[in-house]
């Protein structure tokens, strides 16, 4: 499974686009890219997947280069509810693949 | 449909004792799992269940845990005797491969703190 690095933390403010970067250099061709987001005292909870280019849904966007060695997950006009952690994920496609979560980025919306 | 449910949601006990966690994965899903998450160790997968059938136990720690899922509707899972570094967030989620592999419905988590 690829390994994935991700900022530990970032902070915003209400209102602001936040972009978050995770990286993913030995991914394979098979591999997705999924996305999933924990609020405190929650189970994680998918939010978006893509395999390249640009994926958007209602809660997110989802950047991948043409190398697709990195994305980024892009929330728009955060609110202090956008205030969690969220996980960059790597798996490939295809029958069932357990999902290796990281550390995560912890995202800290302010007033 | 009302998700993933767990109970209970908090349980608080002491060390040497039996503790039983139970999930109710979401109907019609065929894969089941149990994660524990800590702040040391982040999410961590301990089993997984397809139709009911134990896949891949590599993560339970040791012994004293045990997972098992009679039907389909389902799961518990059980650590005794229970040790104080067994207390963290116990999680339990379901999917299917109808849907996405990668789209699993986490429950609400049963927090055990063993003293």
């Known amino acids: 499974l690829a390994k994935t690095t991700q900022p530990i933390s970032m902070d915003s403010y209400e209102g602001q686009e936040v972009n978050i970067t995770c990286s993913h250099n030995?991914?394979?061709?098979?591999?997705?890219i999924t996305w999933y987001q924990q609020f405190p005292s929650q189970g994680p909870r998918f939010i978006i997947q893509?395999?390249?280019t640009k994926v958007t849904n209602e809660v997110a966007s989802l950047f991948i280069p043409a190398d697709r060695k990195s994305s980024t997950l892009s929330l728009p006009r955060v609110s202090l509810s956008d205030t969690a952690v969220y996980y960059c994920?790597?798996?490939?496609?295809?029958?069932?693949?357990?999902?290796?979560f990281g550390a995560g980025t912890r995202l800290a919306v302010h007033p | 449909d009302a998700g993933v449910i767990q109970s209970p949601r908090h349980e608080v006990t002491e060390m040497g004792q039996e503790v039983t966690l139970r999930c109710k994965p979401i109907?019609?899903?065929?894969?089941l799992f149990w994660y524990r998450q800590t702040m040391m160790r982040g999410l961590e997968l301990l089993i997984y269940?397809?139709?009911?059938?134990?896949?891949?136990d590599s993560g339970m720690p040791e012994d004293r845990f045990s997972a098992k899922m009679p039907n389909a509707s389902f799961s518990t899972l059980k650590i005794q005797p229970s040790e104080p570094r067994d207390s963290a967030v116990y999680f339990c989620?379901?999917?299917?491969?109808?849907?996405?592999?990668?789209?699993?419905?986490f429950g609400p988590g049963t927090r055990l703190t063993v003293l």
């Open positions: 989620a379901s999917t299917t491969l109808g849907l996405s592999t990668d789209t699993q419905y």
């Open positions: 109907s019609g899903h065929d894969y």
């Open positions: 994920l790597v798996v490939p496609s295809g029958g069932y693949n357990k999902l290796i």
């Open positions: 030995n991914i394979a061709t098979n591999d997705y």
């Open positions: 269940f397809n139709n009911n059938v134990p896949i891949d």
């Open positions: 893509g395999y390249k």
